[in-house]
């Protein structure tokens, strides 16, 4: 059974960074396209990004692109968020979720992280990052 454990995150200032992680158990990660979303207090939650398990590409939220990063280390069954130059309203609790596809299927991958119009199957627990000003 899937189990998604993410770490990393914590308190950091304007402009500063984190990387969280995403540690997979119980499955092969190779099998999963990974979505990383977030959820700040009252709002709704938002899709940060996505990377799709044919060829590693990343796809991200319009205002996310240019300072985070996700990437995969199979070997370690881990999945990355890299967090640059953050801002106050980057503060949010901040979660991987992962979805089992076979490779090649770009419609799910759009439908998944392009769109946000299908789920993910598997959440983590998330992690906190609060971003001061």
């Known amino acids: 059974q899937l189990q998604l454990v993410e770490s990393g995150g914590g308190l950091v200032q304007s402009g500063g960074s984190l990387r969280l992680s995403c540690a997979a158990s119980g499955v092969t990660l190779d099998d999963y396209v990974i979505g990383w979303f977030r959820q700040a207090p009252g709002e709704e939650r938002e899709g940060v990004g996505c990377?799709?398990?044919?060829?590693?590409?990343?796809f991200y939220t319009d205002d996310k692109k240019g300072r985070f990063t996700i990437s995969r280390d199979n070997a370690k069954n881990t999945v990355y968020l890299q967090m640059n130059s953050l801002k106050p309203e980057d503060t949010a609790v901040y979660y991987c979720a992962a979805e089992r596809l076979e490779k090649g299927n770009v419609q799910q991958v759009f439908r998944l992280c392009i769109i946000w119009t299908s789920d993910f199957a598997s959440w983590g627990q998330g992690t906190q990052v609060t971003v001061s000003s």
């Open positions: 990377i799709e398990n044919s060829d590693g590409n990343t």
